[in-house]
């Protein structure tokens, strides 16, 4: 441990840094803006990843894998049908390395005689390749919907990267459905918001607002974007997850009909959704602190650490074994310190720093005495606590803290949601409360660019629960007939 | 179903690309060489991919993630210690497209402008990336052993593909570990070949022979490569999955030392070992007919399906509920067909087509008498069963089909391991009866290359159980101790 973790209050952004490499989630790898997935960042990302795919199956969709090139002219098509195609992406022009020299000097080349002669794109999403598939796949509203989904890398040459926030590469799902009306994937699209909203509340423990996205904040393929946005202990946004109503879009442009039940060729109608292992960075940001990572039960790897005090011992291991097995029986995830090099202070400091949520502490005294000291991570509260009923003590406290973490981080995130009704208003919350600002807008993407070019602050969304209201647009003056949240962003 | 599945006695070849596409596994995608997997084909990979991680899981393995790009230099790096070193791979040269044109013209074309300074190769396997990472997770033997396994996508470009058993882009799993001496990492590479070949017979139902590689099948990189070798049906070898002892070689291109107990500097050594989706085809062509695909129930999607004859009404829905609930309660999965568009005929050929394990066929007489018609796919058995403990038969005969799938691929693998030691015997098994060659070889890569010229047969493998014995080479005729297996091989 040699440098300590930057507080939060000095520099949110080196605490970020500093828990992502101290807590052991993420490296940096010798490949701009690739990250190297630590086993503890990754043990995080599979039982999110495990939560998410169960949840998909129980509304019906199943898993399939597509390529990862896509062929250049796929994205000609999607050009077409697209304004303000750009893509900053991972292109590959050759298949063939060959070495030149010997030993010591033998080097490797690329082969120019082996150029590929179309030039294929690392995927930045899938749905080209996707619906050249379905084109094969649909034939009449008997084959539809299709509700798929896949598990997959993809690659966006991103400038300026952060761990999990925002890398080069990075792995998601994306789900890519396909229908036989607007109305029934509009309702797919929406399902899958929610479905984004339960996960990021009930495992995450991190609230989110539901909303719409502006026409400029919108996926360029798409008729509607939906989000979930959270907020950050540092008062800035994150999109969490988005569902795209792509209405006809990529079947217009990949051809894709169905014959309807009037017997008629019509082009089907597409939804897409994906969260990616930005949400391992939106995780650590919503809950941890300046002692390390904090992480809600149901997606800690390990949620129960048993360290026998001062060291291990045989009689100590007996009492530890019997309270591990009384937990697994519970389903609750343990791990008994049997390391016998350091001494549990160093060892608390560590089950802290990767964010175990329950320490439980056993000692000889503790043994006579029949109890054992229970110290929970998000308060860091310690108790004594009899051995009888022990598991059903440390199940109920993994639900606590499960509740207390996301109350927690919702009373914050309300706190910071603040209804300004004039430009000075909403620059002060912008430059000093931080948080959403709610306030109303004119509507146009001029005056959604100009507040930008100002505060670097971008409409997060259009939240769906918002209500009608006449007022008038911070900027502009314009009529507004409902607020959006405005907010500065990851 | 406009084609008929080519019969196995035809064309073998034609048949499995039938079984691959009628049983909807694969498709074909538009980048050459790349499948699509579909969803049926890739929920048998996630229970396999479920069965391997649990197994890794439980000795002791950790899943972790790195980059999808190699750096060129880490090549030339790696070629400097390995003879023989060509890659036909997927090479990134640039990293942006922009459009040119407008509208129906608009074209999409890679920014000259964006070329990498060094070329990024798209990973073949992660040896290099991952020991330039071990460097620094590595200082002293308390680091290790460092067991890490990563699922991943890899590419190779390779000529001739065929799907699942040779595509240029496929999904594995690659275990990277790192030991502080030979013989722990020869424990490891060992014990990891022991889990391929238990979860090849155990889930798979697919029996499989370990054995050494000679220097020539040996994977570059590698001091020793250990693998497992499957017979299919038409008496072409597989090999199914490999683990080889890196000795110190991937350490020494990398420079990643420990300090040992006595306070040595000492390179680290490796070990690596993979399976992947070509698992899949073995699994196809090791028990499937010409009616279908045939799947052991440990890893069928779908163990069950219960059919309403002659259709779906609520009488009869009742029961097949019931059914599946108490099925559902032993953890069978289980379908209820109540499509009312197709017939009963037509449903059974489709299941048949698919896999399913066992089919309930459940009609109002079947009520009436107490019974359900049970038919299994692997024999096409029929049987009318009682209701009363349908759910403890059904548990008992999926693992009554499980066991007579390996017991069925046993005598046929074991029936084609013929002795030979003449050059005549040799020609004929392999040009007449198929399967493994046990024959006599006088170790030296110029007689393989020889016999592989001449027959396109290779030594698949050196038993590991096989004995000394002394012989002759059935090539040149001199002196060797023991038999190795020829066969030709997918």
């Not at 084109?135 to 989904?149: A, E, G, V």
Request: proline share 4%.
């Amino acid at each position: 441990m040699a440098k300590e973790i930057t507080p939060r209050s000095e520099n949110y952004s080196e605490w970020y840094l500093d828990i992502v490499q101290k807590a052991r989630l993420a490296d940096n790898s010798p490949v701009r803006g690739c990250m190297v997935i630590k086993p503890h960042g990754f043990a995080i990302w599979e039982k999110m990843r495990d939560a998410l795919d169960a949840m998909f199956k129980e509304t019906g969709h199943v898993n399939a894998y597509f390529p990862l090139f896509i062929p250049k002219s796929f994205l000609s098509k999607e050009a077409k049908h697209v304004d303000g195609f750009a893509q900053e992406c991972a292109v590959v022009t050759h298949y063939r390395l060959k070495t030149v020299g010997e030993g010591e000097n033998r080097q490797v080349v690329v082969d120019p005689e082996a150029k590929l002669e179309e030039e294929l794109i690392v995927r930045p999403t899938s749905e080209t390749i996707i619906w050249n598939t379905y084109r094969d796949w649909i034939q009449s509203y008997r084959d539809l919907p299709l509700l798929i989904n896949q598990w997959a890398n993809v690659v966006r040459w991103e400038m300026r990267t952060r761990p999990f926030l925002r890398t080069a590469e990075f792995l998601w799902q994306e789900g890519h459905t396909a229908h036989a009306s607007a109305d029934e994937a509009m309702i797919e699209t929406r399902q899958m918001l929610d479905v984004y909203a339960t996960f990021a509340e009930e495992f995450m423990a991190m609230p989110v607002i539901k909303g719409v996205k502006t026409a400029n904040e919108r996926f360029a393929g798409a008729e509607e974007t939906f989000c979930i946005e959270a907020l950050m202990q540092d008062g800035k946004a994150l999109q969490a997850g988005t569902s795209h109503f792509l209405g006809q879009n990529f079947a217009k442009a990949f051809d894709v009909y169905f014959l309807n039940k009037d017997n008629q060729q019509e082009h089907v109608w597409a939804t897409s959704w994906g969260v990616s292992t930005r949400l391992v960075g939106g995780l650590i940001m919503t809950h941890s602190d300046d002692s390390g990572l904090v992480l809600p039960p149901k997606l800690a790897p390990i949620q129960v650490v048993i360290i026998p005090i001062p060291k291990p011992s045989p009689e100590l291991s007996e009492v530890a074994d019997k309270i591990a097995l009384s937990l697994r029986k519970r389903g609750i995830s343990v791990k008994i310190d049997n390391d016998d090099q350091n001494r549990p202070g160093f060892k608390f400091a560590e089950y802290e720093l990767i964010g175990v949520p329950v320490r439980l502490g056993l000692g000889a005294r503790d043994i006579a005495a029949n109890q054992v000291e229970v110290a929970r991570r998000d308060t860091k509260e310690k108790q004594s606590v009899s051995l009888d009923g022990i598991d059903e003590y440390v199940e109920k406290l993994l639900e606590d803290i499960q509740q207390n973490l996301f109350n927690r981080a919702k009373q914050y995130r309300d706190e910071h949601i603040t209804k300004v009704d004039t430009w000075a208003e909403f620059e002060d919350v912008l430059e000093n409360k931080g948080g959403f600002a709610s306030a109303h807008w004119d509507g146009t993407t001029e005056t959604e660019l100009a507040i930008k070019e100002k505060t670097k602050a971008t409409i997060r969304c259009i939240p769906l629960d918002g209500e009608l209201e006449d007022g008038v647009c911070i900027l502009s003056g314009q009529p507004s007939t409902r607020r959006v949240l405005f907010a500065k962003a990851y």
